[in-house]
């Protein structure tokens, strides 16, 4: 089957001495592992440059479903970033690692592409507080994997990372978001605009990463994470 589609380059890493194997999620057909050949041509060089982490393509191929990995017949960057700061690509690089631990293979999502399509815009255009694009990527993305946090109570004095839910009393466990967290949490759940401390942010951050993990969705080990917390 022929097609074209948008596109999200999100990794890829060398395959033998000619080509590489690259991660993309796709419009049309979701997420897909493509071979790219190298070679010492200008035309192939800036091929392989397209291939930046988040990069907004647009794709032509042939689909081989007895095929793990495909082939691209044409590929052209669809919007161009003009802000490449190191902290954006950082960003970016995350979102990339995000996405390669939750996204499934060939699972076709045209709302959760829309979404990091979208979401990779505004981050281009913002002009200050891109490290909370960080914490409202994870909240946001969540909803697209069935495990969005309940808003039901929120007005409860606790958030419960087990279940997801606020409640008025504590997990014996101390999975819970309380205090200045919370109310941090619940401003991010409600799109108010309020100005995170960075250590409040780092705070939150690992406890959506914990959160993740109990629902069955492992975060651990992001090298874009380690380099911000580093950063800071």
């Given at each position: 089957?022929?097609?074209?589609?948008?596109?999200?380059?999100?990794?890829?890493?060398?395959?033998g001495?000619?080509?590489?194997?690259?991660?993309?999620?796709t419009?049309?057909?979701?997420?897909?592992?493509?071979?790219?050949?190298?070679?010492?041509?200008?035309?192939?060089?800036?091929?392989?440059?397209?291939?930046?982490?988040?990069?907004?393509?647009?794709?032509?191929?042939?689909?081989?479903?007895?095929?793990?990995?495909?082939?691209?017949?044409e590929?052209?960057?669809?919007?161009?970033?003009?802000?490449?700061?190191?902290k954006?690509?950082?960003?970016?690089?995350?979102?990339?690692?995000?996405?390669?631990?939750?996204?499934?293979?060939?699972?076709?999502?045209?709302?959760?592409?829309?979404?990091?399509?979208?979401?990779?815009?505004?981050?281009?255009?913002?002009?200050?507080?891109?490290?909370?694009?960080?914490?409202?990527f994870?909240?946001?993305?969540?909803y697209?994997l069935?495990?969005?946090?309940?808003?039901?109570?929120?007005?409860?004095?606790?958030?419960?990372?087990?279940?997801?839910?606020?409640?008025?009393?504590?997990?014996?466990?101390?999975?819970?978001?309380?205090?200045?967290?919370?109310?941090?949490?619940?401003?991010?759940?409600?799109?108010?605009?309020?100005?995170?401390?960075?250590?409040?942010?780092?705070?939150?951050?690992?406890?959506?990463f914990?959160?993740?993990?109990?629902?069955?969705?492992?975060?651990?080990?992001?090298?874009?994470?380690?380099?911000?917390?580093?950063?800071?």
């Amino acid at each position: 089957m022929e097609y074209e589609s948008r596109a999200i380059s999100l990794i890829y890493h060398k395959y033998g001495e000619g080509a590489v194997i690259a991660k993309v999620f796709t419009e049309e057909l979701g997420l897909k592992s493509y071979s790219i050949k190298r070679s010492s041509s200008k035309k192939s060089k800036n091929k392989i440059s397209l291939l930046a982490n988040q990069s907004l393509l647009n794709i032509r191929g042939k689909e081989n479903k007895k095929r793990e990995v495909q082939y691209i017949n044409e590929i052209n960057l669809a919007y161009p970033f003009s802000n490449n700061n190191f902290k954006k690509n950082l960003i970016r690089l995350f979102f990339s690692e995000i996405l390669t631990k939750t996204l499934m293979d060939s699972e076709k999502n045209k709302r959760l592409f829309n979404f990091v399509w979208d979401y990779n815009i505004a981050l281009e255009k913002a002009k200050e507080n891109e490290s909370e694009f960080i914490l409202k990527f994870i909240i946001e993305l969540s909803y697209f994997l069935g495990i969005y946090p309940s808003t039901e109570n929120i007005n409860f004095n606790f958030f419960n990372i087990d279940k997801g839910v606020f409640t008025l009393n504590k997990n014996e466990e101390n999975l819970n978001i309380t205090g200045k967290n919370l109310f941090f949490f619940k401003s991010l759940l409600e799109n108010k605009g309020v100005c995170i401390p960075k250590k409040n942010q780092r705070e939150l951050l690992e406890m959506l990463f914990k959160y993740y993990s109990l629902h069955h969705f492992d975060l651990s080990n992001l090298k874009s994470y380690e380099i911000i917390k580093s950063l800071e």
